[in-house]
């Protein structure tokens, strides 16, 4: 399965933006797909995840009650709306897909997109 994250960007502290995650076929529905992001200098890190029929997402303490993760099976995307943005979200952020629902980690995602910059100014 090859993804595309797209979406990222600049914008002020408060801010939203929102990713989304296409896929490259159908069988994309079959994974569970995470959200994870990379400050520089920072190994990548665990944001959100939702299971292959989107009833089930599960979120890291930092982003929770900010971030809101969902998908639609129909056009093979996951988006990642994100409201309140503050400088510390500011990374890299990758979307991913894996054969386990609910997993925070990145091993055990085993399909990833390029990446896109979000850049959250004070």
């Known amino acids: 399965v090859q993804l595309q994250a797209c979406g990222g960007g600049l914008v002020q502290a408060g801010g939203s933006l929102r990713l989304s995650c296409a896929a490259s076929e159908h069988t994309f529905r079959n994974y569970a797909v995470g959200w994870f992001r990379q400050a520089p200098g920072i190994g990548r890190h665990f944001v959100a995840t939702i299971n292959w029929g989107g009833d089930s997402s599960y979120y890291a303490d930092s982003v929770k009650g900010r971030f809101t993760i969902s998908r639609d099976n129909a056009k093979n995307t996951v988006s990642l709306e994100m409201n309140s943005l503050k400088p510390e979200d500011t990374a890299v952020y990758y979307c991913?897909?894996?054969?386990?629902?609910?997993?925070?980690?990145?091993?055990?995602?085993?399909?990833w997109g390029q990446g896109t910059q979000v850049t959250v100014s004070s």
């Open positions: 991913a897909a894996s054969s386990w629902s609910g997993s925070i980690s990145p091993s055990d995602y085993a399909f």
